[in-house]
């Protein structure tokens, strides 16, 4: 199975900038999509963003135009660039495969 491993999260000024990487155990070239999620104290895991093996990717609204997702399937490896981070973007991040393998989270924190 799979093993996924995110690193790159810190607490960061609003308007700051952090990327966020998707380790992987194996060649991630024959999955599909993967995604970024998100989970902030007391509410609901939420989808960020989703990248599929062709490339096309799709962001929450909330994340438009400030994050990209993209994935290095040679480094089997995938990233979450996130510019003008805003206090609201304040979770543990999750990346994932879509299926049932999940990591184990890095925390965000954006606050003056």
């Known amino acids: 199975q799979i093993h996924l491993e995110e690193s790159g999260g810190g607490s960061v000024q609003p308007g700051g900038s952090l990327r966020l990487s998707c380790a992987t155990s194996?060649?991630?070239?024959?999955?599909?999509?993967m995604a970024w999620y998100r989970q902030a104290p007391g509410n609901q895991r939420e989808l960020v963003a989703v990248?599929?093996?062709?490339?096309?990717?799709n962001y929450a609204d909330s994340v438009k135009g400030r994050f990209t997702i993209s994935r290095d399937n040679a480094k089997n490896t995938m990233y979450l660039q996130m510019n003008s981070l805003k206090p609201e973007d304040t979770a543990v991040y999750y990346c994932?495969?879509?299926?049932?393998?999940w990591g184990q989270g890095t925390q965000v924190t954006v606050s003056s």
């Open positions: 990248i599929t093996n062709s490339g096309r990717t």
């Open positions: 194996r060649s991630i070239s024959r999955i599909n999509a």
């Open positions: 994932t495969d879509l299926g049932a393998v």
